[in-house]
Structure formats: structure tokens, C-alpha cells
């Protein structure tokens, strides 16, 4: 039988973005929150590099602590084959707030959730919001549906978009994702024995100044970093189009590739793939609108950025704490005014970036007139499509 149970804000999705917005619900007023999320957080998730920065949010959700009691690496260098062969590293003492570090998302967004938890926030694990409709007196009734296909409906008076890239929620609400580029990421996880764990092992050793390696490419630029358990992952970033033609997201073409990245081939060499490769959208997004009749998206569903930013997990963190705090002023208030203001800034963050990304990739001049470095250096770089 279905069971019906309510809550002032649902959440679909419990990515970074997600959970953030249900902490600070939790922590900073009386709402009643619920985040509903389809994995267990057993699926593979990529690491990403973010910066010291990070820290001072995580104090906001009050889960700095367990944060630096788990095992994620830190970050002192990035180093960058960027504009020539040479390899330059960037090291983080220049900046004040200190090293960054490489995220095991698996446990960083397990983290977040099991806070959550504590904080009398509700969680749904491995349960899809398969329909929805909008009450007639406001808010919404969300048709929930669980592995065991056990089903259950929960009503809320504010919905939360955080679905990622896709922005599953705010499409069927009538937004529109307007995109810049087709980036895909296309990635492989490998592992080292024997011999080839000792060279691994002393390679990491002596390359502490390149925790985190980018290789420009002619085809685009290959992202590889140790992991936490010794492991290497390594991911080549380039358009789904140039995917497609050069069929890179196959084992054979994939590795002759990357056979042809100096630095890059190095680190991987002796290595054994540990799954088969994953392609994942990294194209860079925003939505023509992110705030709607009772709805907000949040995160990648709002706004996403290319990977070489290192904006991921930190401004979706920053992005589900400010929509958190405009939607319980709208709440409890009636007052929309700093959702506007969200709205405002996810536009303004969005054209910021865009200027930041064309500079960063017309200092790589090498391949000016391939696809993937013709497509980033224009003097306009506006979205192409709407999604």
C-alpha cells in the first residue's frame, strides 16, 4: 500500500549540491527536509581536485571535522603540460588559504548524507521520483519508487531540482539547458602490480609535485591523479563528436591515444584497467531559468562548468547553501526576493565564467585550428543550443 508522509523541501538528488541545501535547512531553521537520492552511493564516482576554499563551507554545514578524519589526499601542486611540452607545476603555497586536496567522492558524499541524517534531515536511498503533480493549494505530491519497487508519495511545499547535468526536474518544468560545448569526460581507473606497483609506488614518490597532472592534447587534455588507495585515474576530456570519429571511447583507441601524452603515458605505464571506461558529460551549461513556481535547481542542474575549472563540488556546495537560505526566507516569509537574486546570480557566475574558460584555453596555442581548440578560443563564447 502506498504510505504518504510531507515535508516543507524535497530534494531529487544527493549529490554535493543536494545535501548542502538539506544542512543548512536542517541546521539553520525549523524546516522539515528530505533528499531523495537513487544509489546507494555504491556506484563509481569520479575524484575531483578542489581548493582549500572548500574548507570554510564545510565549517558553515559543521562538517569540517569529519571531512579532514577521512581519507582524502591532499593537494600541494597541480602540474600542467599547457601552451608547450614543457611540465609546469602551480604550487599551493602561493595561495594563502593553504594545499587543496583530491576528493574520494564515494566517501565525501556519504559524508554528507550520514550528517544529514544526524541532523534529523530524512534520506531515501536507492528510490526514484518516478511522477509528480502540483497541488492545487501549492506545493507538490512526488510518486516515489524504491529498488524493491515499493512504492510511497511524499508531499512537499518546495521542490529542489538537483538531479546534475541532466536537470531532469527543471527540463519537465519547461527550462531549457542552453549549452557551450559537448565535452565528455572518458575515464579509466587503473591499478598496479608487482613490478609495476613498485615503479608506480617510487614514481609517485618522486612526482609529490604532480599530485594532479593536465596534458594538453591535440584532441583536448587528459586529467590523471593518484587516488587515495594507490590507484590511478586517468580521464581524457574532449567533444562527443571527436569521440565518436576517433571511437575513443573504446579500450584500443583510448590507450593509442594516450600512448602519444608524454607525461601522461608515464604515469599510467604497467597499469591495468580496474573497470572498463566511463564516459560521463562534463559539457558546460546553464539553465534559461533556475527558479520557478515553488522549484529551484541547484548545482550542475543550475549551472556546470569544465572540469579544468575545479568549480564542481565547491560551487555546488556554495550554489545548494545560498538556494537554501532564499528558500526558507520564501518559506517562512513569503518573500522571493533573494530568490531572484539567485536566479541573477546563477546568469552572472555563468557569463564570468565563460570569460574565464576562453582565456584559459586560447593560452594553449599549438592547435588553434583542430575542432576541440577552434570551438574554445572564439572572441564570443556563448551557449551553442538549448537542451
Excluded at 142 to 152: A, R, T, V, Y
Excluded at 308 to 332: E, F, N, P, Q, R
Aim: overall charge negative; hydrophobic content about 40%.
Amino acid at each position: 500500500m502506498s504510505q504518504t508522509s510531507s515535508v516543507d523541501v524535497a530534494i531529487i538528488g544527493g549529490g554535493p549540491s543536494g545535501t548542502a541545501l538539506a544542512l543548512t535547512i536542517c541546521l539553520y531553521s525549523k524546516l522539515t527536509v528530505a533528499v531523495i537520492e537513487q544509489t546507494a552511493y555504491d556506484n563509481i564516482r569520479t575524484g575531483e581536485h578542489v581548493s582549500a576554499s572548500l574548507l570554510p563551507l564545510l565549517d558553515y554545514l559543521q562538517v569540517k571535522e569529519p571531512f579532514l578524519a577521512d581519507n582524502h589526499t591532499p593537494v600541494y601542486n597541480v602540474a600542467a603540460v599547457w601552451g608547450n611540452s614543457e611540465l609546469h607545476a602551480r604550487p599551493s603555497i602561493i595561495n594563502q588559504i593553504g594545499e587543496g586536496y583530491l576528493l574520494d567522492r564515494t566517501e565525501f558524499d556519504v559524508m554528507l548524507a550520514e550528517q544529514l541524517v544526524r541532523q534529523d534531515g530524512q534520506l531515501y536511498l536507492e528510490t526514484k521520483c518516478a511522477e509528480g503533480e502540483q497541488l492545487e493549494g501549492g506545493g507538490w505530491r512526488l510518486f516515489l519508487k524504491d529498488n524493491s519497487g515499493e512504492s510511497s508519495e511524499l508531499e512537499t511545499r518546495y521542490l529542489v531540482d538537483a538531479t546534475g547535468r541532466q536537470a531532469r526536474i527543471s527540463k519537465r518544468l519547461g527550462a531549457k539547458s542552453l549549452a557551450c560545448d559537448t565535452l565528455v569526460g572518458i575515464s579509466a581507473i587503473l591499478d598496479f602490480e608487482g613490478d609495476a606497483l613498485l615503479r608506480a609506488e617510487a614514481l609517485r614518490e618522486r612526482s609529490k609535485t604532480e599530485e594532479v597532472l593536465i596534458e594538453s592534447i591535440p584532441e583536448g587534455w587528459w586529467y590523471s591523479a593518484w587516488l587515495p588507495n594507490g590507484t590511478l585515474i586517468a580521464v581524457l576530456m574532449t567533444d562527443i563528436d571527436i569521440m565518436r570519429q576517433g571511437k575513443l571511447h573504446k579500450q584500443k583507441q583510448w590507450v593509442e591515444l594516450l600512448s602519444k601524452a608524454t607525461h601522461t603515458k608515464e604515469r599510467v605505464r604497467g597499469g591495468q584497467l580496474v573497470y572498463p571506461l566511463s564516459v560521463k558529460p562534463a559539457h558546460s551549461h546553464v539553465l534559461d531559468r533556475a527558479v520557478g513556481e515553488n522549484w529551484i535547481a541547484i548545482g550542475d542542474a543550475a549551472i556546470a562548468f569544465d572540469p579544468l575549472s575545479s568549480m564542481g563540488v565547491g560551487h555546488a556546495i556554495t550554489c545548494g547553501c545560498d538556494a537554501a537560505v532564499a528558500v526558507v526566507k520564501y518559506l517562512i516569509n513569503n518573500e522571493d526576493r533573494l530568490l531572484k537574486q539567485y536566479q541573477e546570480r546563477v546568469k552572472l557566475n555563468f557569463e564570468n565564467y565563460l570569460s574565464i574558460r576562453h582565456r584559459y584555453y586560447a593560452l594553449e596555442k599549438r592547435w588553434l585550428d583542430l575542432p576541440f581548440w577552434k570551438r574554445r578560443t572564439q572572441l564570443a563564447p556563448i551557449p551553442l543550443a538549448a537542451k
